[in-house]
């Protein structure tokens, strides 16, 4: 995810960055940018059931919170940990009734699921039907379930931190990110696992 | 065992193929839109927020500043109308004349006594009136109207002085009759407990004491007789110097072979006083057993 980069400014953490952003320093934001932006769209992206336009909306959304309030940010937290709350609101703000629309479009996901199961191997390498498969089936989890599993992959955060994120307990994250990769397992094929 | 219980949520496999699979990123256009905004807020960020913070407690201290100077000119106005309130009824030529008593009459005397100043003040404001309307401006005249008319400011000034002399005089009067009372009432107001005897009550005999003055004096005492108050010179050695109040119980029986006898009156404002049981408080000889 991080780039190793010989400029000095690189090897600074994100909440000096920001700190030097906020004094103007332009730099600063691109790294910042470039350590966060990936990781940060592909879980709008999960989160928004691969819509698009609507994930480039929430993204762009977030990043303009995150220039304008940059002198309010305080480090009492992580800014890594600051950046996934305001997207959580985001998506819970903006993406919820969209969501729900998708989800109708959705809803022969089990067929989609049983399609890509049944496509021929030499149409498609094993490697990308499970990635697939994985995808559809991550698609498939209950909203938290699915957050807390994206939130595990995409970023470094500690489980508590995770918790701090999705405003919940410890144990109630450990428990829908237990049950997530519990139903993965089971829906994936073992010759993906 | 923390480690051990965190590991379970580590498979390895599971993520190795998630992560083959997360290849989005956000498209060039949208990153590029985002970065520029950062670049602009950057500028702004090295040049505005100290304008903007210096315009802001700018705002806050001239608001405060502002209210500061409203209340000062506020009070001021107010303390400035009470000060030349009584220099403004009457007119300069007028005031000139008048003692300095009654146009500014001292404070404690406002206090004591303020029916007293209500009617010079009527008085005065009657007379502005009269004045006033006196020099008013007429509208053009010939000669004789303008003689008749200085004629009869002349006349109308010489009444207003006399009239405020006048007043002035029965006001001092007032005062003068004012403080004398006070000065009788003196040992009930006063806070200390020595007997307080004004001047005026020291020259005077117990019979021309009031009943309040004559419980407050050391040389008389009052009590019953033929069921009236009476006000007499003080017969024995108990009496002599006694206060006849409940506070100076003590001073009363450290003389030997005295004894207090306690009673209880009320003397209203207008020197009258009655007394519970007609018993008055009093330092008498101890009556040896027959």
């Excluded at chain 2, 209203?268 to 007609?278: F, G, L, R």
Aim: proline content about 4%; glycine content about 2%.
């Amino acid at each position: 995810m991080q780039k190793t980069n010989t400029n000095k400014d690189s090897q600074m953490n994100d909440e000096a960055l920001i700190a030097a952003y906020s004094d103007g320093k332009q730099s600063a934001f691109d790294i910042i940018y470039q350590r966060h932006s990936a990781p940060l769209y592909r879980f709008i992206l999960r989160q928004c059931n691969q819509n698009i336009s609507l994930s480039e909306e929430i993204f762009q959304d977030t990043w303009m919170n995150i220039i304008k309030n940059s002198k309010q940010f305080q480090a009492k937290s992580s800014f890594s940990t600051y950046l996934y709350q305001v997207t959580r609101h985001k998506i819970i703000d903006h993406a919820r009734k969209k969501i729900s629309h998708r989800e109708d479009e959705h809803s022969n996901d089990s067929d989609a699921l049983e399609s890509a199961k049944m496509e021929q191997p030499d149409e498609k390498t094993q490697l990308a039907i499970c990635i697939e498969l994985l995808q559809q089936c991550i698609q498939k989890l209950p909203d938290e379930q699915k957050e807390a599993f994206i939130l595990k992959q995409e970023t470094e955060h500690t489980l508590d931190e995770l918790a701090r994120i999705t405003q919940t307990t410890l144990e109630t994250f450990k428990s829908r990110l237990r049950y997530a990769m519990k139903k993965l397992r089971e829906w994936l094929p073992g010759e993906c696992l | 065992m923390n480690q051990h219980h965190n590991d379970e949520f580590d498979d390895k496999k599971l993520s190795d193929l998630y992560r083959q699979g997360a290849t989005e990123k956000p498209s060039d256009n949208i990153s590029h839109k985002i970065l520029s905004a950062a670049s602009e807020q950057a500028k702004l960020n090295r040049s505005g927020p100290n304008l903007i913070e210096y315009l802001i407690n700018m705002i806050t201290s001239s608001r405060s500043l502002a209210f500061a100077a409203v209340m000062v000119i506020g009070i001021s106005i107010i303390l400035q109308i009470q000060f030349d309130q009584p220099e403004q009824i009457v007119p300069q030529s007028i005031s000139d004349s008048i003692p300095a008593a009654t146009m500014k009459p001292d404070s404690t005397e406002i206090l004591a006594e303020p029916e007293n100043f209500s009617e010079p003040m009527d008085s005065a404001s009657d007379l502005e009136k009269s004045i006033s309307k006196s020099l008013s401006p007429a509208k053009p005249v010939t000669k004789a109207d303008e003689k008749r008319r200085n004629e009869s400011d002349r006349k109308a000034q010489s009444e207003a002085k006399r009239r405020m002399a006048e007043e002035n005089q029965l006001m001092r009067q007032r005062s003068q009759e004012k403080k004398e009372k006070r000065m009788m009432l003196a040992p009930e107001n006063a806070f200390s407990p020595a007997p307080v005897i004004s001047p005026l009550t020291s020259t005077l005999n117990c019979d021309e004491l009031t009943n309040r003055a004559c419980l407050s004096s050391a040389k008389c005492t009052l009590s019953f007789h033929d069921n009236n108050l009476t006000c007499q010179s003080t017969v024995n050695h108990c009496e002599k110097g006694f206060v006849q109040m409940d506070m100076y119980k003590e001073q009363c029986e450290q003389k030997t072979g005295c004894q207090y006898i306690t009673g209880h009156c009320n003397c209203d404002a207008d020197e009258s006083c009655s007394c519970i049981n007609d018993e008055l408080p009093s330092c008498e000889p101890i009556k040896r057993a027959e």
